[in-house]
């Protein structure tokens, strides 16, 4: 492998591009229009501009992603996670194209994809799936006897689906009609594949997922499980590992039936076999993700794997350097996603101009970020703008130690969701480790809960003041500085420019 | 200096002189000893009764965003003492008058004796320090009166342009 194109931007296209140095590995990154200013760029040793703002006549953009590794010289291609990272078509282009794709073949991405084919290839390895249907149903009176066969409540899902698109909870027979209408009609326009299927509904499952590696000669390893239940509208917010509801046990179990399972799909590089884990400790086969995954530094930090890295080892077609038992988990780490999202206003996208940004810092504290003060988020992607990131000796640690963390940071100028994780990670139930998917519903729906203290008010209406006051050489104010109360922010438009 | 902010929408009286280090601060009658620095633009450390708190401060039109340890406040700016440097252009108060926001040069001026404006409406830019500060009037209504123009200097608080008011 001689250098590496980077497809993707933001704070895992800087992951990859710091992986890449670390190697000595060559690598430049491709940006949009709207990225020209993107950290990704400044912190890339090449970039090449891709295309326009939108999504679709850039980043994936397969044509111009493929122009762009010939122009830099690149022999390998990192599609990151979304955007072209498991597009099978885009790794069966860079195949025939002969370009290293990051990740599994174009054949096993495509066999996950599926996940009624994913379904039959996991029973036929005794992986246990969910109970439900092999195969759509061909007519209504089918999904009925499917349905009642199962036992109510149901899942009505998308074979093609994801992130939740198309899944409708079913409790009662009369509703089974009208649901699986509606899921064929989403997935038909979101996947292009009307094929839907019926599961049995695991009530108040976790989810629970094993980071996998595989080489190109026959080995995989599982690198311990990450608990990701605590998810909003499907999307996961917090992440950590060990699950406080997995013990040795039941890890060494799942564990086996991940690298089962990824063997199963002819799976090679970095993966994820997803779980859903029921109370009474059963856990079903979800999906596989053929990528590098958002939660990936949770792993990275207990065992002291760099998966990015081994991607590239893996891809460069190097053997594992190590096997199962020289594995372990060591202490306890949690990741919060902070989204440029507003928790007071329905979770909308904020974008704009961050005028101010504070980084944590401190022993086991990793921030993963894609931003930078000054920089104006752009509305035209996905609205993730780091990664925080605590290890500590145990979960309470970790606990404490993300509170701490999330007080930290500071990002003013846009709305993020940082004051709903500090509730999240500070919230009783989390506490207690009852962190079953349903967790934001039962304990966050009434976010801020917590009137706030007379204290804190006073400080914050002491600082506007003082914000506003002054031209003033007092309290070791430096003229050069802050010469004008207008300053109190670098690079904004005092009344304007928002 | 006194302001009327309005938090968690109730109206609160602040009242402060912050030409020392150590200052009292008074809300709504009650007064704070504060020992208070400005780190840099946005970070404002403060000590009371030895207490540390650096909270972090962003501005936005007739706003201002306070991070207290992770707690963030919105802030609204009603309309302060008018011998208040900023009064005219955080785009909630000042009446009238547009005065310069700190000593620059004026680089641009938007409006003409006669033109209607509205509250918002981009009246002069003034840069000092190689950044420029685009102030807004604060009412709707007609310019009167225009003192500046491109290239003057101007002192802080000068009058550079005179709205009057609509009714």
């Known amino acids: ?498 | 200096m006194e302001f009327e902010f309005t938090l968690n929408g109730e109206k609160r009286r602040v009242s402060t002189d912050a030409r020392r280090p150590s200052t009292t601060v008074t809300i709504d009658g009650s007064d704070y000893d504060v020992d208070w620095s400005r780190i840099r633009d946005g970070v404002i450390s403060l000590l009371l009764d030895g207490r540390s708190h650096t909270v972090h401060v962003a501005r936005a039109d007739g706003e201002i965003t306070v991070d207290v340890e992770g707690q963030h406040f919105v802030v609204g700016t009603g309309s302060r003492d008018d011998d208040s440097a900023v009064a005219a252009g955080a785009g909630g108060g000042g009446g009238g008058t547009i005065k310069a926001p700190m000593p620059g040069n004026v680089v641009k001026v938007m409006v003409e004796e006669g033109d209607e404006v509205t509250v918002g409406t981009s009246i002069v830019v003034v840069e000092a320090m190689k950044m420029e500060n685009e102030v807004r009037s604060g009412v709707d209504g007609t310019v009167k009166k225009v003192n500046v123009a491109a290239g003057d200097s101007v002192g802080t608080s000068e009058v550079m342009v005179e709205i009057e008011p609509a009714e």
């Open chain 1, 1 to 498: 492998m001689k250098k590496i194109l980077i497809v993707n931007r933001g704070e895992i296209a800087v992951r990859v591009v710091r992986a890449c140095r670390d190697m000595g590995m060559p690598s430049a990154v491709v940006y949009s229009d709207a990225d020209r200013a993107s950290l990704h760029v400044l912190e890339a040793d090449e970039a090449i501009r891709i295309g326009p703002a939108p999504a679709l006549e850039s980043y994936l953009n397969i044509d111009a992603v493929i122009e762009a590794a010939r122009k830099v010289g690149a022999d390998a291609i990192h599609p990151g996670y979304g955007f072209l990272a498991e597009n099978w078509r885009f790794a069966k282009r860079c195949e025939d194209e002969g370009l290293t794709f990051i990740g599994p073949t174009s054949d096993a991405l495509q066999l996950v994809a599926d996940k009624i084919r994913s379904r039959e290839t996991m029973l036929a390895q005794d992986v246990p799936i969910i109970p439900g249907m092999m195969s759509s149903g061909k007519d209504m009176d089918e999904y009925r006897a499917k349905a009642a066969e199962m036992g109510y409540p149901v899942l009505v899902k998308a074979s093609a689906g994801g992130g939740g698109k198309g899944m409708h909870v079913v409790r009662e027979e009369g509703a089974l009609e009208a649901a699986i209408e509606a899921s064929s009609r989403v997935a038909a326009s979101a996947f292009g594949d009307d094929t839907v299927y019926i599961e049995k509904l695991i009530e108040r499952p976790r989810h629970v997922e094993f980071q996998v590696l595989a080489d190109t000669h026959g080995n995989c390893v599982h690198l311990f499980e990450r608990e990701c239940s605590i998810q909003r509208r499907h999307q996961k917010i917090v992440e950590e590992s060990p699950s406080p509801a997995v013990d040795h046990e039941l890890r060494a179990q799942m564990g086996d039936t991940a690298v089962r399972a990824a063997k199963a799909c002819g799976y090679t590089n970095a993966g994820t076999v997803e779980f859903l884990l029921d109370e009474d400790g059963s856990f079903y086969f979800l999906e596989v993700n053929a990528r590098i995954q958002v939660e990936h530094p949770v792993t990275e930090m207990v065992t002291g794997v760099d998966l990015v890295r081994q991607q590239i080892l893996i891809a460069s077609g190097e053997k594992l350097d190590f096997i199962q038992a020289d594995l372990s988990q060591t202490g306890h780490a949690i990741e919060c996603r902070i989204y440029a999202e507003d928790p007071r206003s329905s979770f909308l996208p904020s974008s704009g101009k961050i005028a101010l940004f504070r980084e944590p810092q401190g022993p086991g504290v990793r921030h993963d970020c894609g931003i930078y003060e000054g920089w104006e988020v752009p509305v035209h992607y996905d609205p993730i703008l780091s990664k925080l990131i605590v290890h500590a000796e145990d979960r309470d640690a970790a606990r404490a130690r993300m509170k701490r963390a999330l007080k930290d940071m500071s990002i003013l100028g846009i709305a993020t969701c940082l004051e709903y994780l500090a509730d999240i990670i500070d919230n009783e139930a989390y506490a207690a480790g009852e962190t079953q998917t349903d967790f934001i519903e039962k304990h966050m729906s009434d976010w801020p809960s917590v009137a706030t203290s007379e204290e804190a008010e006073h400080l914050a209406l002491i600082a506007a003041a003082l914000s506003l006051s002054g031209p003033s050489s007092a309290g070791g104010v430096v003229e050069e500085s802050a010469p004008s109360p207008w300053d109190t922010l670098g690079g904004w438009r005092v009344g304007g420019g928002r």
